[in-house]
């Protein structure tokens, strides 16, 4: 049987990455013939390891293949690969534009998935919006294979291939931390790449402080950067008996396979969120100057899984598609006016 090839670009955001995890599974489930590579950047690519006839390409855009020269260098080094039947361009960025376009020239059928940029800079104006339920980004991806000739329907999650050697690992990481389940397993994940996601964290010291009293509980708090380890600490320093750092301790599908073993995932509008989404836990994600209706909502959840003002209370939401660090109002209402109480009784609700 003649392997179908299809090239896959995405090299940015992590979320963005993420997203395309649920149609590249269904794809190949749904298509025997298919082989896919996926070419996103190093930190990225192990997100696609393990999937059958699925082999990530690593290509590191800010050093090896940085400028015009590396993408031609770049393309070059895919196309003595192997030959492919159609390029799916799902980023169309300036760095994918330079590569589908050479291999436009060498006669290769291109394919760019629809980002939707008109109607998201509509809804995020600061008057005169226009909103409305767009596209998540999923079903975006999914109509830009539709459009290059494969048609298919997402499959339900979990969308990760993990091997057992992973499992393992993780099964090592908690006996060593003599963590095992006899409560409620909680994440936290807080930290988001922009100012106007993040929801205040003094609020988590009384969201955990609330939640230990209503049941047992442990929260295992999950983030990247010295700053985060830094606030998960001082958690940490408050609630010793209750509050676990992942941060800096696994990688990410190390990360994967505990938080498959959570209870639920509390967080924001991030990577994160999207992780604990597509491996199919409960989760609540707090919302401020993004929304979840311009298309990066958590995929497959409801209303049950979202916490945010209402656009009636703050006309003024979304400011941004992707997140900003200044406030139109200059109080960050959508985040502020957000409390703890109202956090815990939305946990609640989700036991």
């Known amino acids: 049987m003649n392997k179908k090839r299809i090239l896959v670009l995405r090299f940015s955001a992590m979320g963005d990455v993420v997203l395309l995890l649920p149609v590249i599974k ?17 930190k990225f690519a192990s997100l696609f390891s393990d999937i059958e006839r699925v082999v990530p390409f690593p290509a ?9 020269f590396g993408m031609r260098d770049l393309f070059g080094k895919l196309l003595r690969r192997a030959h492919y039947d159609v390029v799916m361009d799902m980023h169309d960025h300036i760095r994918t534009m330079l590569l589908r376009s050479l291999f436009k020239v060498f006669g290769v ?34 109509l830009a294979f539709e459009k290059a000739g494969f048609p298919l329907t997402i499959s339900p999650p979990p969308y990760f291939t993990i091997q057992e050697t992973t499992r393992d690992e993780v099964t090592t990481w908690l006996q060593a931390n003599n963590l095992q389940k006899k409560e409620r397993w909680i ?26 009293k209503k049941s047992p509980s442990k929260f295992f708090l999950f983030g990247g950067g010295e700053k985060d380890i830094a606030f998960f600490e001082s958690l940490k ?24 073993q959570l209870d639920l995932m509390l967080c924001v509008d991030s990577s994160n969120m999207h992780l604990a989404t597509l491996t199919g836990i409960p989760l609540l994600s707090i919302w401020g100057g993004t929304h979840p209706d311009v298309g990066f909502g958590p995929y497959g959840k409801g209303a049950e899984s ?40 939305r946990i609640a609700q989700l036991f």
């Open 26 to 42: 269904s794809l190949v489930t749904t298509y025997p013939d298919v082989e896919v590579t996926v070419v996103t950047r190093p």
């Open 237 to 260: 320093q408050k609630f010793p008996a209750h509050c676990i750092v992942v941060a800096g301790q696994l990688k990410i599908k190390q990360e994967l396979v505990l938080i498959q």
């Open 306 to 345: 979202i916490l945010q003002i209402s656009r009636d209370e703050l006309p003024c939401r979304p400011c941004s598609v992707y997140g900003k660090e200044k406030c139109h109002r200059g109080d960050f209402a959508c985040l502020n006016n957000i409390t703890a109480n109202q956090v815990v009784e």
């Open 60 to 68: 590191d855009v800010d050093y090896t293949y940085s400028g015009i």
């Open 187 to 212: 994440g936290i994940a807080p930290f988001a790449m922009h100012t106007s996601k993040i929801w205040p964290v003094q609020n988590y010291f009384a969201v955990i402080e609330q939640l230990t």
């Open 109 to 142: 059928p291109v394919v760019v998935f629809e980002k939707g940029r008109t109607e998201k800079h509509a809804f995020t104006k600061r008057e005169n919006k226009r909103t409305g339920v767009l596209p998540h980004t999923v079903e975006r991806y999914r």
